[in-house]
T-cell receptor, first 111, second 110 residues
């Protein structure tokens, strides 16, 4: 079974903290994605990467950065967490506009 | 990217066939139509993808008319476990990533 694994299911952080969300895939895919999901807004793309050390902004990159040092790992970084970044974060790996595999998600609460 | 429009919610009884229609009036020649399913507290899961006419797999069927301006996901004989949000996505297989809308929340009732 292909797998995308996110390091935490639940996370609580304080405002102003630097937060790292880790995602690892075992599928050898070039493409990896980070989304956030909020009630009533659906999934929104934050960043994606189509190769090691490559990154592209999605629809809502403000307040976030990413790191892709190895093919299997794609990290989302909240430079200074704020309460409006409380959300469900979903990582995916796979092909562009075809089958992508999602992790279980990380529910982040910023207090 | 082609914009998609689908109903916000639908209800169905167990055992019925459910059809969810998605409109994508400005679909481009190179675009494919992809559907995902998402259960509560899980990431979305790929269901089916098609370009034209009809595609069927063990989970669902996808009907695409000749003008490709809409598509219909058909779930045969739904059960309570099919209660989920279903997303319709349209895009090419180039360098543009998956763009999700708000999806259709399907509730299956016993």
């Amino acid at each position: 079974d292909v797998k995308v694994t996110q390091s935490s299911r639940y996370l609580v952080k304080r405002t102003g903290e630097k937060v790292f969300l880790e995602c690892v895939q075992d599928m050898d895919h070039e493409n990896m994605f980070w989304y956030r999901q909020d009630p009533g807004l659906g999934l929104r793309l934050i960043y994606f990467s189509y190769d090691v050390k490559m990154k592209e902004k999605g629809d809502i990159p403000e307040g976030y950065s990413v790191s892709r040092e190895k093919k299997e790992r794609f990290s989302l970084i909240l430079e200074s967490a704020s309460t409006n970044q409380t959300s469900m974060y979903l990582c995916a790996g796979g092909e562009m506009n075809t089958e992508a595999f999602f992790g279980q998600g990380t529910r982040l609460t910023v207090v | 990217l082609a914009k998609t429009t689908q109903p916000i919610s639908m209800d169905s009884y167990e055992g019925q066939e459910v059809n969810i229609t998605c409109s994508h009036n400005n679909i481009a020649t190179n675009d494919y139509i992809t559907w995902y399913q998402q259960f509560p507290s899980q990431g979305p899961r790929f269901i089916i993808q098609g370009y034209k006419t009809k595609v069927t797999n063990e989970v669902a069927s996808l009907f695409i008319p000749a003008d490709r301006k809409s598509s219909t996901l058909s779930l045969p004989r739904v059960s309570l476990s099919d209660t989920a949000v279903y997303y319709c996505l349209v895009g090419d297989r180039g360098n543009t990533p998956l763009v999700f809308g708000k999806g259709t929340r399907l509730s299956v009732i016993a």
